[in-house]
Nanobody, 120 residues
Framework: QVQLVESGGGLVQAGGSLRLSCVAS????????MAWYRQAPGKQRELVAT???????NYADSVKGRFTISRDNAKNTEYLQMNSLKPEDTAVYYC??????????????WGRGTQVTVSA
């Protein structure tokens, strides 16, 4: 079994910062792409940022220059550093990863999400 567990969400004022963490655990052979998504109330889930094992990153236009995705491959952990937060960043943030298990089965895994609320 594989689990993704997020942490680091909370309430912050506009202009503030938060760092989200996502730890992958279980029968992991390798992790390819890790990503962060978010879903605001009444809206569809949207991609925030992705990072490959090799270090290539991609960001949604709305967060470029403010958010940074990073990984600690040795710890199977990804991070999302969020700076200059805006009220429109308020959402539940989900960790996502494509993981190859020790039984060599690949699949997409999701965390349960962590709430980020940015007050004006």
């Amino acid at each position: 079994q594989v689990q993704l567990v997020e942490s680091g969400g909370g309430l912050v004022q506009a202009g503030g910062s938060l760092r989200l963490s996502c730890v992958a655990s279980g029968s992991i052979f390798s992790i390819n792409v890790m990503a962060w998504y978010r879903q605001a109330p009444g809206k569809q889930r949207e991609l925030v940022a992705t990072r490959t094992r090799g270090g290539s990153t991609n960001y949604a236009d709305s967060v470029k220059g403010r958010f940074t995705i990073s990984r600690d491959n040795a710890k199977n952990t990804e991070y999302l550093q969020m700076n200059s937060l805006k009220p429109e960043d308020t959402a539940v943030y989900y960790c996502n990863a494509f993981i190859m298990t020790t039984q060599f089965m690949g699949a997409d895994y999701w965390g349960r999400g962590t709430q980020v609320t940015v007050s004006a």
